[in-house]
């Protein structure tokens, strides 16, 4: 049977993209791709890259209040969030713009439309044309979430912050995950009175415990009012603003509520159930390693399938999958070892094991230590950043590394290396330090803090 193309893909983000332009450039597949809000997808247009710029603007206070400490004479006005508004929308359309350029060079043939599945084979556009392809590659991506009880209440999202009039003067973001602490700091940052409310007893659940306390310490050192344990128990709008009253019985009224409590993967209406393709509880599609589901025409990549909800695996869930399918070498990603970064102020970066899956796995050394960076010690800033390595005890490799300090996401990128190539605590003794640096720390750290004996 002949197909309109070799490859269809749902979804222009991160993941689809790849995917599609290496199929097609690569590999000669004819790919068209559908794609119904602005191509880039989540990280381009509302995720990773606006909000790494707002990370941006809001570190300049600090910055100069530092310049003034080293002995400019320097002070900060306001900040002009329409004048930011405005060339971070130019920024987006210019990413966007490359995106779309990229793939009509591959080309890609694009359909600036909704698609849906109509069979195993058969795809329908929204302006009701139908066309069939011999594979399918769903990779739409997630949505922010709000608890039923608040929906409808105009409290924001992820996808609206970056679309707001103007900057609120109060803000309460809820929730304790990357979203809700990053926007915690940026708002910070940006001189917006900020609390954030996470129902837990600590933000970052699933990072490593030392790591996670000593940046909520950093956070509400910088001013942010981090309240733990606390939950929305009720909310209404009063006078322009939004009250909120807590679970711990306090109330106060905010110009603005983000809520930033998880994610979901967008299936909703895509005609999966037609084909027989069940989902998991969340929705999310269930795939093997190859990024194949139960329907063998059809494969899934990125937030979609919910394994690691981050833009640099749905890249490369996309490439294997292209190269599996169409360039003839089977591949697929192994999700065993991912270094990533978490922009709060300060930054987080980890990759390896956490210190509590460690030695539940076995005997483990800690080296860790927390110190007042050279930079901001002069400054007279009280902050600290800290390292941590922890080390089989068995094998001595490097089992994960975490750095909270400024700037952490580009040094865990390299730490990152020399832990995927399996380096032992005796190969980072080795390496000589770079003086003076924060990242010197990591190899000469040479009595265990701690050691677990399992
Ligand atoms: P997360 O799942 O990481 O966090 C959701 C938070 O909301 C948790 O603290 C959760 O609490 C809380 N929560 C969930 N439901 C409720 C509720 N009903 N009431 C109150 N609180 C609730 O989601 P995010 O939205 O922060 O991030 C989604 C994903 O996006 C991340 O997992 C990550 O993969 C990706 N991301 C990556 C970034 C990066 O690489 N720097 C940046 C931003 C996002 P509890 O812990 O108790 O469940």
Not at 17 to 34: K, M, P, Q, T, W
Not at 306 to 329: K, W, Y
Request: net charge negative; charged share 20%.
């Amino acid at each position: 049977m002949a197909f309109d193309y070799d490859l269809f893909v749902i979804g222009g983000g991160s993941g689809g993209v790849r995917a599609a332009r290496i199929a097609s450039s690569e590999h000669g597949a004819r790919v068209g791709l559908a794609e119904e809000y602005r191509m880039g997808g989540t990280c381009v247009i509302r995720g990773c890259v606006p909000k790494k710029l707002m990370v941006f603007a809001s570190g300049f206070p600090g910055a100069v209040a530092d310049a003034c400490a080293y002995g400019w004479d320097a002070q900060i006005g306001e900040f002009d969030w329409s004048r930011f508004r405005a060339k971070l929308d130019g920024e987006l359309d210019r990413l966007e713009g490359l995106y779309r350029a990229g793939l009509e060079r591959a080309g890609v043939t694009v359909f600036d439309c909704r698609a849906t599945l109509a069979g195993a084979h058969e795809i329908r556009l929204a302006d009701g044309r139908e066309v069939s392809a011999k594979h399918i590659l769903i990779a739409t991506g997630g949505k922010p979430v709000v608890p039923e009880a608040w929906q409808g209440q105009g409290v924001m999202t992820s996808n609206e912050v970056f679309l707001m009039e103007a900057l609120p003067k109060s803000i309460l973001i809820v929730g304790g995950g990357y979203i809700a602490s990053e926007f915690a700091c940026i708002f910070n940052g940006l001189g917006v009175d900020t609390t954030q409310f996470y129902r837990g007893a600590q933000i970052l659940r699933g990072f490593d415990e030392e790591a996670r306390g000593h940046i909520a310490h950093e956070m509400v050192a910088n001013g942010i009012n981090l309240c733990l344990g606390t939950d929305v128990k009720e909310m209404e709008g009063r006078n322009g603003q939004t009250w909120v009253k807590s679970t711990t019985g306090h109330d106060r009224s905010y110009d603005a509520v983000l809520f930033a409590t998880g994610r979901k993967p967008n299936t909703d209406g895509l005609g999966l159930g037609a084909l027989g393709l069940g989902l998991k509880a969340n929705g999310a599609i269930p795939v093997d390693r190859y990024s194949q589901t139960a329907v063998p025409s059809v494969y899934a990549v990125g937030d979609v399938t919910d394994r690691a909800n981050l833009t640099p695996v749905a890249i490369r869930e996309g490439h294997a999958f292209a190269d599996t399918v169409f360039g003839g070498t089977p591949r697929f990603f192994d999700h065993g070892l991912i270094p990533t970064a978490i922009f709060t102020q300060p930054e987080y970066g980890t990759v390896g094991m956490t210190e509590e899956d460690a030695r539940a796995a076995g005997p483990v050394d800690v080296y860790s230590a927390a110190f007042r960076p050279m930079h901001s010690l002069f400054a007279g800033r009280d902050n600290r950043a800290m390292m941590k390595l922890i080390v089989c005890r068995k094998s001595d490799k490097v089992l994960g590394c975490h750095i909270v300090a400024e700037h952490a996401g580009e040094m865990i990128q390299l730490a990152g290396v020399a832990i995927s190539m399996g380096a032992t605590k005796a190969e980072f003794d080795r390496t000589l330090a770079v003086h003076p640096t924060m990242a010197e720390e990591l190899v000469t750290m040479r009595t265990a803090t701690r050691s677990h004996t399992g």
